[in-house]
Structures are given as C-alpha cells and as structure tokens.
Nanobody, 115 residues
C-alpha cells in the first residue's frame, strides 16, 4: 500500500509560480507511474503531468512549457513546478501512484490563481 500526501498549494496571482510536493509512505523506486491530476469545480479530473520510473514525462497540452514534473526516489517524492500560472489552472491537484494492480491517490491540495 502507498499513502500519498500533497503540499504546496495556495493562492497566487496570474503569472506566478507554485511548487507542489507529493510525499509517499514508501520508496517510489518501484512505482512505475506517478502523476499529477487536477479537478476544477464542475469538471472532470484530468491528467496534468506524469512521470515513469525511467524518467519519461508526459504533459497535458494546456500546461506544456509551463509545468515540470520530477521525482526524487531517494526521498520518496514527486514534484510539480508550476510557472506562468493562469486563472484556468485553478483546481484541486491530486497526486497519483500506480503500483502493481492498484492506484493510490492523495487527498489533494488547492491551487487558486487570481487574475
């Protein structure tokens, strides 16, 4: 089992930056897929960025060039650096880990971008 705890959300003005962190309860070395999702009010949860154990990354078109996902297996963590934030980035951001046959989610962290 993997427990995930997100942190780093908050209120920021448009054009600003935030760095989200996701701390896992066990080593992330064996976790192949880790990703950040977000869900805005009235909308479906969507994939923002993902990273594999080998370091391959994937981004939603809406965040390419602005967001960067990274992982630190030594410290059981994954990060999302968010730059040039826009009001439409406002959402609850969730960390996800796929391990074996199971998917694990964090509790989410709120990101609010004011115009």
């Amino acid at each position: 089992q993997v427990q995930l705890v997100e942190s780093g959300g908050g209120l920021v003005q448009a054009g600003g930056s935030l760095r989200l962190s996701c701390a896992a309860s066990r080593s992330t070395f064996s976790i192949n897929f880790m990703g950040w999702y977000r869900q805005a009010p009235g909308k479906q949860r969507e994939l923002v960025a993902a990273i594999t154990r080998g370091g391959m990354t994937n981004y939603a078109d809406s965040v390419k060039g602005r967001f960067t996902i990274s992982r630190d297996n030594a410290n059981y963590s994954v990060f999302l650096q968010m730059n040039s934030l826009k009001p439409e980035d406002t959402a609850v951001y969730y960390c996800k880990a796929d391990h074996g046959l199971f998917a694990y989610w964090g509790q989410g962290t709120q990101v609010t971008v004011s115009s």
